[in-house]
């Protein structure tokens, strides 16, 4: 099935101590960014790529496609201060279609077979998130002293692509700005509309690139998918 997806890439990558978009970093001798676009590329599912890009590096952008033969790119509206807010300059700028994706930019190592299921899941109940079980012990923590020890079967940690249907995520950031509401992801925006949010099992290697130490891992990661085949 048909897909558009959101990348957001407007981050000032701060976490990282990168001095700039943590896009550009290199793994591999790529950025970081022509990793996750070529995930998208060569998915003969995905129809359209949307980039939400700060307006001083559109060009730079524009020249690494180029160079790296990245073809499905179909529009970079100016991100927001806010993902939420890159995010719903995309959602506005495109035509509607039937599934949306939205992944973030960071997260190179996501595979086509989960993105057919989230697809797949969303298609068929409207809302479909990735996410990996929690293997640590969890817990609650008030001003540095441990409350109680969590539950931890039902507890997920979310990653992206999260995947909607079109007019379900246009609604949820719609109303999310009319009441001047700011969520933590997409999944939370449309939880307040009282739909139900679906899991799909992603890996742990779909990490996002977020600090150096990422970086090592992301190396690694790709060293074994070169090595087994991949």
Known sequence: MHYEVVLPAAGSGKRMGAGKNKLFLQLQNEPILIHTLKVFETDPNCTGIWLAVRPDERNFIRTLLKEH????????????AERQHSVHACIKAMNHVSIVLVHDAARPFI??????????????????????????????????????????????????????????????????????????????????????????????????????????????????????GQ
């Open 69 to 80: 033969n990245i073809t499905k790119v179909s529009g970079m509206p100016d991100g927001g």
């Open 111 to 228: 595979t086509h077979t989960i993105i057919e299921q989230l697809v797949n899941v969303a298609h068929e109940n409207g809302a479909a998130i990735a996410g990996v079980r929690a293997k640590d012990t969890m817990k609650k923590v008030v001003q540095g002293v441990v409350k109680e020890t969590i539950e931890r079967d039902s507890l997920w940690m979310v990653q992206t692509p999260q995947a909607f249907r079109f007019d379900l995520l246009a609604e949820a950031e719609d109303v999310a700005e009319k009441i001047g509401f700011l969520g933590t992801d997409e999944a939370m925006l449309v939880e307040r509309l009282g739909h139900e949010v679906f899991i799909v099992e992603s890996t742990y290697e779909n990490v996002k690139m977020t600090t150096q130490e990422d970086l090592v891992f992301g190396e690694a990661i790709i060293r074994q998918r070169q090595q087994g």
